[in-house]
């Protein structure tokens, strides 16, 4: 008679113990602003930015005869590892993505993403077609081809990698990698975001990202992402440290996920290798993508607590247009101007300026506008959407 209650009390003692360490971290201190992670977008942008512009100098029709290589060989000696940017943003990506959509709808985090991703990328796409079709005497040898109106309304959707089409411009690659991460991580939204189903999250997706490169199904690869998911996963497991504090099962998530990003970084490296001509250190690949957890890990621990920076959110908002735009387009206008006799610095200098100058203007006249009025129609969309699946649901008259 008393061996049912004495079974049931370690499950409803771990119950009430989980439940006592929720409300714990829902009752901290609401911490400040992460201004910090804004400067590290803004950093991870120009770290790609200067890849494409400075190491990457092998572009047909660009560069007149003298190229940043022989004008500035510490800088492009620098840049060469530049690239290694991506996998700062990815690490940021889980983390923010996360911290984002914590208490959210299913609903409400599909808004956030549209909301966030599309109207930028809409403008990238629409300057970027402009400017390579119209100034195509400046722009990369090849960079015009089969770039026509089928290409273009495909990459509207941010699908094209899937759909077998071109990317207006190559940087594009990267939000298809973020698409999947958004798919995946939309599965623990639905069932409601816990501390334990986004830790559960964590160790599936490295299993199956383990497992996928061996299994030969190349639906499982293309999901599983075995090159990046260590930094989303990490990323995820850093934001868990931040709100509810650090333990030895988060320390272990972000750890393993290092090692993983680790062993990943020759697979990774070859496409850089092909474009650049020369040979990579993975000692220094290395060292970057751990000074890129790092950065984040110290963020989440409190550590940039004290970068209270406001002109930081300017920075973190210029970052995404400006990642949108500065290849193609950058590559035209360095071409441009090194035909109207500027030197490789200036050309690079009045570059970099008014990439930034068209990244706010695409963030202040196309970003905002359009955020606001689509978050308004989705948002709309999806009560309605709501209301009409509660009216029909089962029991009701």
Known sequence: MTSAPLLTKPSLLRRRSAGRAATAAERRPKRPRLYALDGMRLFAALSVLSFHWTAYVGIGGVWQGVTPKQVLPLVNRMAAYGWLGVELFFVISGFVICMSCWGKRPGEFFVSRVVRLYPAYWAGIALTSLVVLNLKQFARSGAGDGLDAKTILGNLTMLQTPLGMRHVDGVYWTLWVEMRFYLLFAIVVATGLTYRKVVAFCGIWTVFAVLAPQAGIPLLTTMAM??????????????????????????????????????????????????????????????????????????????????????????????????????????????????????????????????????????????????????????????????????SAPGKP
Do not use: C
């Open 226 to 391: 075995p090159n990046e998911s260590p930094f989303f996963i990490a990323g995820v497991g850093m934001f868990l440290i931040y709100k509810f504090g650090q333990n030895l099962l988060l320390w272990g998530i972000v750890g393993f996920s290092w090692i993983l990003a680790l062993t990943r970084l020759d697979a990774i490296k070859d496409t850089y290798v092909n474009v650049l001509g020369h040979p990579l250190s993975w000692n220094v690949m290395a060292a970057a993508v751990t000074m890129a957890f790092a950065l984040v890990l110290g963020a989440a621990l409190g550590l940039f607590d004290w970068v209270q920076w406001k002109w930081l959110t300017v920075a973190g908002a210029l970052t995404y247009p400006l990642y949108l735009i500065h290849q193609e387009i950058g590559w035209t206008l360095i071409h441009f101007l090194l035909t109207k006799h500027f030197g490789v610095k200036a050309a690079l200098g009045t570059a970099l300026v008014t990439v930034l100058l068209a990244a706010w203007l695409i963030h202040r006249l196309v970003e905002r506008p359009l955020s606001k009025v689509l978050k308004t129609a989705l948002d709309r969309s999806m009560s309605t959407l709501r209301s009409v699946s509660d009216e």
